[in-house]
Every structure is written in structure tokens, then in C-alpha cells.
């Protein structure tokens, strides 16, 4: 649904996004995860043509970019990562404006407005000013806007920063939803337990590259299935193994406290990138 | 196309007849202090062309007015959104052409600063001013208000930051406000001055309304120059609208 080769997206002499290939079969749930500044959002930004590549192509949905933007437009759905919401409209308004701007007919754009605040849950607050909603509201207002003209990709940059736990999951389980009806997704990220919740791949991102690309689990296990942490004067040290038994055996040895547990997508991303993941 | 267009539209004037109230009761505010100060308190003691200071002033004051509600009603909402709401790129994410988003956008620029002519033409009326409200003074009105929120669209795509529109609104409204044949006629200032006066289009524009207003003629000169900027700035307006992306 998505097949991106050889992209580059250079700012001046800077390059955020530097030869990127990658393929997403439909119905995926796709995640690029990485640091700030790892070129996440430039990524989406070329897909979606907010930004125009310096080199490389991009097919989406079989139409090729650059020359086919108009049709691309109608097959794709953008949450970006700030929220770009009409703040002197309405919620049910700024649903309308963005199906007129589709040409959905009238009684169909009703309709699917109707269903869609239903689906977010905001029926009740449909004729409330936008800039009277929470974080989460305006998140979940900005997903059905999305998936108005009924998209076949569904991008989202970062749908879940600055949310709060709990509706944090509840957008989970609404992405889940949508890629468990066909929609291929690709969601970018920096928190880890969301790719390792919801994506079936993931591509890690650092500095404009992508460094590694498999599912979460698979890339866990390449690593190591388990990890042995322990304290070596100030720094924390950290050792995997491809069992528990080696592990363990590890751990015997050692003079200092150590601990053993599952490795995960953190340990992964550290390993690659050399660095914590921030927030 | 037109349905773009007019989904562009749409959107302005939901926000617009929101507050329809309040933005007239605000937009009588500084013609009332152009009237009283320039028609009432100094126009007593002048008189242009054997006529009333206040019959030349009122063109002049609609001319100047029309021009900054149509810069601003679409600089300053265009800018915001490409800069700070960022409701710009819902646009630019949807099946439209540009050129729909500019015509849509200007139109409603226009919207404003009819209503705002308006609602002076009436105000001129209870001060007790006298000109004649025909065709070729709407057509003229029309054109002044296009050309201003054309070139209000082109700022906003332009101007990286708040100040930067301010500034120019500071450095290139503000003189014509002043100098422009609102007041008074630049035949009276240095060649030069007058020379570089007559190329900016809102000196048209109250030379249009001007004459269509006192004698009921067609303003045919000022009129294609205006119908020129309209023009050159919409096609602007486009190319910048197009170049927006990153």
C-alpha cells in the first residue's frame, strides 16, 4: 500500500530524512519509532506532500508522487502531531468543512458525521466550540475528521502525546479497531510500549536513517529474549541472552545485585541508537 | 471547482455570522471618527471642487476602510492559520486546487469589506453627505476589495511571523491610507510624489469612487488598473499558495 525508495529530505544542509526504503503491505499497523529528530514527522510530511522530497519515490495506494497528488489526497487520512483543529468552529463544523472539502454529498456527509462522533464518543459535545475540548477530545475529534471520506491509509504523527493514560489506551484500542477493519496505518511515535502495543512492524529511525525494521518481538528476540541488568559502580551495564538458563548462569557469577527479565523494545531501541528513549 | 471555492467561502461565513453583530458595531467605529474629525470638525471650514469636504471624504474614507478589512479579514486569519493553528494544511490535505483555497479565501475578504462599505455608506448618509450609489461605484468597491484581499493572502503566505505582517501592514496600508486621494487630491504634491502615488491601486480605487459617486460616470481608466492588480495579485496569490510546502 505504501513503498518508499531511496527518500531523502534535505532542510539546507541538513538532512532529516536520508535514504529511506520501506514497504507496508495493506491493512498493516505500521509504526516509526525513534528520538526526537529522527525524521518521523519529515517522513509523514513527505507522505502526506506537506513537504516535497529532495530525491526518491513514494507509491501510495499504487499511485506514484510526484503527479498524482489530487488522487492521493482522497485515499489518505492525516492526524498530525499538533493539533491543527478550526478553534473558531465547531466539533460537528470542522467534521462538515473537512467533508465538503472531500465533496462527499450532503446526506452521505451527514451520516458519516453522525457515525463517526458516535465512534469517538463526542455526540454529546458535537456543538461545542473546539477550543473548549481537552487534549484527548481534540485528539479524538482530529481521528474521525481523519477518517471522514474514508481513507485506505491512515497516517498518525505521534496521536498520543501529552495524553493521559488512560485515554491513551482508549486511542489504542481505537487503532486497533480501524487496522482490524483493513486500514493500513502508520503511526510514528518516541513512546516504546505504544509500537510494542499495537504495531505488527516497526521501523526504528535515528538521525534521518532507519537502522532497524521487524516486528517488535522479532527484534527482541534477534537481540536476545532476556537481559541481565546490574550495577558496576555508577553505571547501569546490561547483558542479553538467548535464555534463562544463560542468563542465570550470568547472573552466578557476578559480585554485585543483577536482575532478569524479558528484554523488550526499549532494550532494542537503546541498543541501536545508543540512548534512552526521552519521555 | 466552484464547489471548492465555495467550500472555502462557507467556512468564513459561518465564523462571520456568528459574531455578524459585533463585527458591524465594531467596523462603525473608526468611520465615525473619520467623519466627525475630518467631515464635522475639520471639513467645516473646506470646501474641494465647490463642493463639501465631507461629500470628497466619504469615497476616500470607504476606499481606505474597504482596504484594510479586506487585507487584514484575509492576512491576518490566512497567516494565524499557516503559522500558529496550523488549519492551514487541512486545505492543503484535501482534493482541492489552489487556486480554489485563493479565490475562496479572497472572496470572503471581499464578503467583509463590502459589509463594512456598507455599513458606512450608511453612516455617511446620517452625517449628511451626498453621492450617488450606482454600479460602477459597487464595481469599483468590488474591485478595491478583491485587489486588497488578494494582496492580504499574498502577505500571509510570505510573512514568517506576526510582526512581519504588522510591519506591513505598518509599512505599505498605513501610507496609502493617507496618501492615496482619500483626503486630498495628490495633484497638489511634488511630481515626483504624485507620480509614484498614481501607480498604487488605491489611489484608483478612490479615484473610482470618486467619480462614480459625484457624477454617476464610468470610471474606465481607474477601473482596468484596479481590474490589472486584481489580476497579477490573484495569480500571486496562487504561486504562493502552491510554494507553501516545505
Excluded at chain 2, 511630481?191 to 464610468?218: C, D, K, N, Q, V
Aim: aromatic residues 10%.
Amino acid at each position: 500500500m505504501i513503498e518508499i525508495a531511496g527518500l531523502v529530505k534535505k532542510f539546507g544542509d541538513r538532512t532529516a530524512v536520508d535514504q529511506l526504503d520501506l514497504s507496508i503491505p495493506k491493512g498493516e499497523l505500521f509504526g516509526l519509532l525513534g528520538p526526537n529528530g529522527a525524521g518521523k514527522t519529515t517522513t509523514i510530511r513527505v507522505l502526506t506532500m506537506l513537504a516535497q522530497p529532495t530525491e526518491g519515490s513514494i507509491t501510495i495506494g499504487g499511485w506514484k508522487l510526484p503527479g498524482n497528488e489530487q488522487q492521493i489526497k482522497t485515499i489518505i487520512g492525516v492526524v498530525p502531531q499538533h493539533v491543527n483543529l478550526d478553534i473558531e468552529l465547531t466539533a460537528r463544523e470542522n467534521l462538515e468543512l473537512h467533508g465538503r472539502l472531500h465533496c462527499i454529498p450532503a446526506a452521505e456527509r451527514h451520516k458519516r458525521i453522525e457515525e463517526l462522533l458516535d465512534f469517538v464518543e463526542l455526540n454529546e459535545r458535537s456543538g461545542d466550540m473546539v477550543q473548549t475540548f481537552s487534549g484527548g477530545m481534540k485528539r479524538r475529534l482530529m481521528i474521525a475528521r481523519a477518517l471522514l471520506h474514508r481513507p485506505k491509509v491512515l497516517f498518525l504523527d505521534e496521536p498520543t502525546v501529552g495524553l493521559d493514560p488512560q485515554v491513551r489506551r482508549r486511542l489504542w484500542e481505537l487503532v486497533r479497531r480501524l487496522a482490524g477493519e483493513g486500514l493500513t496505518v502508520l503511526l510514528t511515535t518516541h513512546y516504546i510500549e505504544e509500537a510494542e502495543n499495537l504495531c505488527q512492524r516497526v521501523a526504528i529511525m535515528y538521525k534521518g536513517k532507519l537502522i532497524a525494521l521487524d516486528s517488535p518481538a522479532k527484534l527482541c528476540r534477534n537481540l536476545g529474549e532476556y537481559v541481565v541488568e546490574w550495577h558496576d559502580g555508577e553505571s547501569l551495564n546490561s547483558r542479553f541472552f538467548t535464555d534463562r538458563t544463560e542468563a542465570a548462569d550470568f547472573v552466578g557469577v557476578l559480585t554485585t545485585a543483577a536482575a532478569i527479565r524479558r528484554s523488550n523494545l526499549e532494550d532494542v531501541f537503546v541498543e541501536f541508537t545508543g540512548r534512552k528513549v526521552v519521555e | 471547482m466552484l464547489t471548492h471555492v465555495w467550500t472555502v467561502f462557507w467556512r468564513d461565513w459561518v465564523v462571520l455570522q456568528r459574531r455578524l453583530g459585533r463585527y458591524i458595531l465594531a467596523r462603525m467605529v473608526s468611520p465615525i471618527l473619520y467623519l466627525v474629525a475630518f467631515g464635522w470638525g475639520l471639513g467645516r471650514s473646506i470646501t474641494v471642487n465647490q463642493g463639501s469636504y465631507l461629500d470628497f471624504i466619504v469615497p476616500g474614507i470607504i476606499a481606505l476602510n474597504s482596504m484594510n478589512i479586506s487585507f487584514n479579514a484575509v492576512g491576518m486569519s490566512v497567516n494565524m492559520s499557516r503559522l500558529y493553528h496550523k488549519t492551514l494544511e487541512e486545505y492543503l490535505l484535501a482534493p482541492i486546487s489552489p487556486t480554489a483555497y485563493v479565490l475562496g479565501k479572497v472572496l470572503a475578504g471581499v464578503a467583509r469589506g463590502m459589509i463594512s462599505s456598507v455599513v458606512i455608506i450608511v453612516l455617511a448618509y446620517a452625517f449628511g453627505a451626498h453621492f450617488l450609489l450606482n454600479g460602477w461605484f459597487v464595481l469599483a468597491l468590488f474591485l478595491n476589495c478583491t485587489v486588497f484581499s488578494a494582496l492580504g493572502l499574498v502577505a500571509a503566505m510570505m510573512m514568517n511571523s506576526h510582526e512581519e505582517m504588522s510591519n506591513f501592514n505598518t509599512y505599505a496600508l498605513m501610507p496609502m491610507s493617507f496618501l492615496c486621494a482619500t483626503f486630498f487630491s495628490p495633484a497638489q504634491l511634488p511630481a515626483f510624489l504624485h507620480w509614484l502615488i498614481e501607480l498604487l491601486p488605491l489611489t484608483h480605487a478612490s479615484y473610482a469612487l470618486r467619480l462614480s459617486s459625484s457624477t454617476g460616470s464610468m470610471p474606465g481608466a481607474a477601473l482596468g488598473i484596479l481590474g490589472l492588480y486584481v489580476i497579477f495579485l490573484l495569480w500571486l496569490g496562487i504561486r504562493k499558495t502552491r510554494q507553501v510546502r516545505d
